[in-house]
């Protein structure tokens, strides 16, 4: 895939607890110029719910994206926990069938 291609795929960012998404949400992707970004607060909003509680992943996309910038989401809940872990990848999967996805880990003994 060659790197203009690469530029206009949404950018998922599904960080762990503890991992610094709130500074990433706060601080870091407001001040990035020229990308469409949701922080965990404004997603739910245009969603209407939690991930979790998506139960059609039709249309979802054109739902969240308003512009033309590449689509920014940093949002913790995406992951999911133990119980609904395996359910919101597969939905996610579905909404966003070619995304880049970071995710940040630590060592949570640390």
């Known amino acids: 895939m060659d790197k203009i291609?690469?530029?206009s795929l949404p950018v998922l960012h599904i960080g762990y607890g503890k991992t610094g998404t709130t500074w990433f949400q706060k601080v870091f992707y407001p001040?990035?110029?020229?990308?469409?970004?949701?922080?965990?607060?404004?997603?739910?909003?245009?969603?209407?719910a939690k991930w979790i509680d998506i139960k059609n992943a039709e249309n979802v996309y054109n739902r969240i994206k308003k512009s033309n910038d590449r689509l920014v989401i940093c949002d913790?809940?995406?992951?999911?926990?133990?119980?609904n872990l395996e359910h919101n990848a597969q939905l996610i999967s579905?909404?966003?069938?070619?995304?880049?996805?970071?995710?940040?880990?630590?060592?949570?003994?640390?």
């Open 76 to 83: 913790e809940s995406m992951i999911g926990s133990a119980d």
């Open 31 to 48: 001040r990035v110029q020229g990308i469409e970004f949701y922080e965990i607060k404004g997603i739910r909003k245009v969603l209407g």
């Open 5 to 7: 291609a690469n530029n």
């Open 94 to 110: 579905e909404i966003f069938p070619r995304a880049q996805v970071i995710i940040f880990i630590r060592n949570q003994i640390e």
